[in-house]
Structure formats: structure tokens, C-alpha cells
């Protein structure tokens, strides 16, 4: 089990790899927003596409971000 973090709310997941949909299902976050991750010591966030994973078997939590779409 892994714990994410979504817009600054925790979640728990039972998968090592989370795709962008996923993470916009979990978090209710709108088809249309984009999401940014941020992964520990790196400020300028990674956008993650509905398809692309991420691994989450690292240590800590990993930290997403929705933003509206331009």
C-alpha cells in the first residue's frame, strides 16, 4: 500500500504504478484539468498525461497537482 497525495489530500492505493486517469478519478478531479507531479526535492511539477504511470515504490508519499487547462 502506498500513500499519494492529490491536491493536498491523502490517499491510499494497493498499486505500484498510477496512471494520470487514475489519479483524476481518485482525486474527482475534472477530465479536462491537467496534472503535475511533484516528486520529492523537485519544485517545478512533471506533467503526467491520462495515459502516462508513475511509480510509486519509492519511499514517502508522492505529490500531485491539478491545474485547469489553458
Do not use: C, W
Not at 27 to 44: C, E, L, Q
Amino acid at each position: 500500500m502506498h500513500e499519494i497525495i492529490i491536491n493536498s489530500k491523502s490517499f491510499k492505493v494497493n498499486t505500484d504504478y498510477i496512471s494520470g486517469a487514475e489519479i483524476k478519478k481518485l482525486g474527482s478531479i475534472p477530465a479536462s484539468h491537467k496534472i503535475f507531479f511533484h516528486p520529492r526535492g523537485i519544485v517545478k511539477g512533471i506533467e503526467i498525461g491520462d495515459g502516462d504511470s508513475v511509480d510509486l515504490t519509492r519511499p514517502g508519499a508522492e505529490q500531485f497537482i491539478s491545474k485547469p487547462a489553458k
